[in-house]
Structure formats: structure tokens, C-alpha cells
């Protein structure tokens, strides 16, 4: 009996783009739990994604960073912006707890704040919120195809499992199974997909999570994908070893020979 196919997914910055929503909803959950007194939130906020924040992204693992981050972005004194961005990213994770130490702040209370702001907008206005999000369409038709082929496709994600389903719903996007935050890893959930499957690819924009894929025993024959028009970090289309290869949009067909 032949072992079940499947491909899998991350999600923002590979199926979506979601830079709009990353920042309303993180604004908003500054604006409306955080109760931090170091920030004042002007509504022109809203309107227009600063690149300040475009370009800090590609460092982002969790949800609850993007919170930490507009905070330092829209802080009344000392703001993160483009005279001290190095050095906020040079040393990116240590700064992040630093700011979350300085602040008294618990990461799963970023990533709960972070969460009921996407509750709230979807409850207040679902329309509105979805569409901060922009579909990649041709991972879409390439999901699609996949699904005609009979290989199974996973996505996995660091959002919340309830708000990835309902951006893929409205999008027509149904795949075999879907991984939130709340499942653990991406290393861990790969390492139990691959005990029932046949893995045949992950296409992921975060480097970092590639490389640990391939280092990992248990992973190390998927292949792995790092996609060009994701979130991607000035260095990560450098010096990509063997096993990880750098793919276009353009270039997704040419997976269907695998």
C-alpha cells in the first residue's frame, strides 16, 4: 500500500500577504488592551503601514512580537525608527525581552490581546478585516492543482488556527489540515506528519525554520523551499545550502514534477 502524499504550507508571507492586518489588528490591540502609558494612538495610524514595520517583519517568529513592535514604533519618547532600527535588529530577539522585561509584559498576554483585536474586528466588521489580507493567487491555483492530484496539503502557521481558517474560507482555500500556533512547532508538527506521509515539500518564507528542518533527523529528507516573495530578510537569498532552494512564484508549476 502506497504512503499518503501531502505538501506543506506556512502561511503569511507564502499563501497571504497580510502586512495591513498585521499592523491594524497589532495598532489596535496597542490602542484597545494594552494599556501601556507610553504610547498615544492617532487614528491616521490606521491608514497607511509604516516601513519601519515592513522591515522589522522578516524578523517576526510569533504573533506577539508584531504587538511589542508597534508599541516601540508609536512610543511617545524614543521611538524605534529608522535611525535605531540596526540596532534593534542586530540584537532582535535580546531586545525583544528586554522590552518585554522592562515592561512587566508576559509574551502569552501579547499573543491574547493580539488575538481579541482580531476577534473584535471580525465581530465589528469581518468584510473589512479579511480583506487586509492579499491572496498570492498563484500558490492558490497551486494548491488547487496539488488537491487534483491527490497530494494531501497542510498548512502551518504561527497564527491562530480559528483566523487562518477564516481567511482561507473566504479565499476558497481548503486544505487537508491546518496547524495553528496552538499545535506546537513547525519542527514538531512536521516530525508527526512524516511518521503517516510522504512529505513532498514545505514552502516557508523564515529561513531559520528551513534550516532547523533540515538539521533535524527526523525532517531532514523534506525538501525545503524558501519563498522569494515572502517576508524574507536582507541575507536569506545569500548563502542558501543544497538543500534549501530559493523559489519564485513563477517557478511553483515547475514543483508539480517532483
Given amino acids: 500500500m502506497s504512503v499518503p502524499k501531502l505538501f506543506l504550507f506556512d502561511f503569511d508571507g507564502v499563501i497571504v500577504d497580510g502586512m495591513h492586518e498585521y499592523w491594524h489588528s497589532s495598532l489596535l490591540a496597542c490602542e484597545k488592551y494594552l494599556n501601556s502609558p507610553k504610547i498615544t494612538v492617532d487614528q ?7 516601513n519601519i514595520f515592513k522591515e522589522i517583519r522578516p524578523w517576526v517568529k ?17 521611538p524605534l525608527n529608522n535611525f535605531n532600527k540596526y540596532e534593534f535588529i542586530n540584537k532582535y530577539h535580546q531586545n525583544c525581552q528586554k522590552i518585554l522585561k522592562e515592561n512587566a509584559w508576559i509574551y502569552d498576554d501579547l499573543q491574547q490581546i493580539l488575538d481579541k483585536s482580531r476577534e473584535f474586528q471580525i465581530n465589528e466588521d469581518f468584510e473589512a478585516w479579511v480583506n487586509l489580507h492579499n491572496p498570492f493567487i498563484e500558490v492558490i491555483n497551486f494548491i488547487n492543482e496539488l488537491k487534483k ?3 494531501k496539503t497542510v498548512i502551518i502557521t504561527t497564527k491562530g488556527k480559528i483566523f487562518a ?6 479565499f476558497n482555500i481548503y486544505p487537508d489540515f491546518i496547524f495553528g500556533y496552538e499545535s506546537g512547532t513547525k519542527i ?11 512529505i513532498l515539500g514545505f ?6 525554520t528551513l534550516i532547523d528542518i533540515n538539521q533535524n ?21 545569500n548563502d542558501l545550502n543544497i538543500e534549501i532552494k530559493l523559489l519564485k512564484l513563477d517557478n511553483l508549476e515547475d514543483l508539480l514534477a517532483i
Avoid: Q
Fill in 44 to 50: 491616521k495610524l490606521y491608514k497607511k503601514v509604516p
Fill in 217 to 237: 533527523s527526523i525532517t531532514s529528507n523534506i525538501p525545503c523551499f524558501l519563498a522569494d516573495w515572502g517576508y524574507l530578510k536582507y541575507s536569506d537569498r
Fill in 203 to 208: 514552502i516557508e518564507d523564515r529561513k531559520k
Fill in 188 to 198: 514538531k508538527i512536521a516530525e508527526k506528519l512524516t511518521k503517516n506521509y510522504e
Fill in 62 to 78: 510569533y504573533g506577539w512580537e508584531m504587538v511589542l513592535i508597534v508599541h516601540e514604533i508609536i512610543k511617545t519618547e524614543n
Fill in 149 to 151: 492530484r491527490g497530494i
Fill in 165 to 170: 481558517e477564516k481567511i482561507l474560507k473566504k
